[in-house]
């Protein structure tokens, strides 16, 4: 449930995220698409504008012809024309924008092609047609919706001049208008496939996360519930024998007792584990790592004593490193606690303390049972214990590995299991001999 919880809710924020993206992006594109159509559309009422006014400006003075030149008519002798089309041979050197048709009428009503200020004829059909309207229309300026045809004209020297040109022009926003509709839609397949694969990477520590506080939770149950079953159990019998003494059943009593102090082991652990990973700031002293390293050992001479193996440090020079004295004992009291537990009899725990430039290392070495490939892969990860381990009479719960490498990661350095098999098992402890000051020094 709790697993399904979670995939839901990651799946869910991923889901919002490419949708929140997704649509900011359709937002943007779809706006810069609109203003782009917009400056289409204007640039060709300019151009068409430009091009009317300029045709006529130079039909005022230009040479007029008497009467249309045949060829004109030639080009337009089939009705399923259009009405109106280019004139390759009558392109000046100054040619509009768009291609213009201008036409004189006289006071007498005769038309007139100003070939000079013209770069396209209109058809037969659709002249007289086109020249009547624009004549009985009362602006200066129009269209003729018939012929798709736009027009101007001005009157001048006792003649009617009046230029046409084709409202297609208008239209040249539409097709780029589909174009960036096209763009648009490519550019968004590409955004989604990128956000993805973003969301995807983003979410991927807190995914990481939330599984590794599933594992959690469900291992610190499965671990309060072994001596919480015990503990009722025990209860349960002492129940029964209501007029026994507290002398007849001390035997259920010290278990409940010693199943309460194993839970309590446990809290303080997860406590201690929740501190550490919380906490951010740490009392940076100068400290002598050889001094702390002595210092743990002697606490465990005694428990070499009794189980008959050695203990021994070796280095080759004084090692000074910055570090929270608490925190970096603690985690070599648990690394060197955890050597103690698995060591053989007659074998030995051995620590080399080394140095280079930057960095202080720590190697902690014992001897006993092999490490499995298996067991060396999880052997960092909360409440992980080998199956040697579960077997064998050595308490613990998985988290002193957890803690120490969060400690040593809190100080900037590595923990890892350096090598393993052939009888040893070794850890190394990489601290860097100076702490940066403005991440981990507490300004209180």
Known sequence: MIKRSTNSIIKTLRLKFIAVVIIVSFV???????????????RSVDELSFSLNQALQRSTSAYIFPRQPENYYMLHQDEALAPFELNA????????????????????????????????????????????????NTHDTGSLPHANLHFAKTYAYGSTYIAFAETSSLREWKRVAVMLVFGELVTLIFISVIVTLIANWLLLPTQRAW???????????????????????????????????????IQWINAIAHE???????????????????????????????????????????????????????????????????????CFATLLDNACKYVNEQGFVRVELKRDARRAQVYITNSGGDISEKDALHLFERFYRSDKSRGSSIEGFGLGLSIAREIVRKHRGTLQLYAYGKGETCFRVTLPLKQPVKKLFDDK
């Open 211 to 249: 599984e590794e506080q599933r594992r959690f939770i469900a291992d610190a149950s499965h671990e309060l519930k072994t001596p919480l079953t015990i503990i009722l159990a025990n209860i349960s019998l002492i129940t029964h024998h209501k007029d026994h003494t507290i002398q007849q059943e």
């Open 28 to 42: 943007l594109l779809t706006s810069i698409s609109a203003l782009l159509c917009i400056l289409s559309f204007n």
């Open 260 to 330: 309460v102090k194993r839970m309590e082991h446990l809290t303080g652990e997860m406590l201690r584990l929740a501190h550490v990973e919380e906490s951010d700031k740490l009392v940076v002293t100068t400290l002598s790592l050889n001094e702390l390293i002595e210092k743990e050992l002697l606490q465990f001479e005694a428990l070499a004593y009794e189980h008959h193996f050695t203990l021994e440090c070796s280095s080759s020079e004084p090692i000074n490193i910055q570090a929270d004295e608490d925190k970096i004992q603690q």
């Open 89 to 136: 041979s009558h392109y000046g050197t100054n040619a509009l924008p768009i291609p213009v048709a201008v036409y004189r009428i006289s006071a007498g009503g005769v038309i007139d092609l100003v070939a000079q200020a013209s770069q396209a004829v209109l058809s037969p059909q659709t002249l007289g047609t086109s020249i009547e309207e624009a004549l009985n």
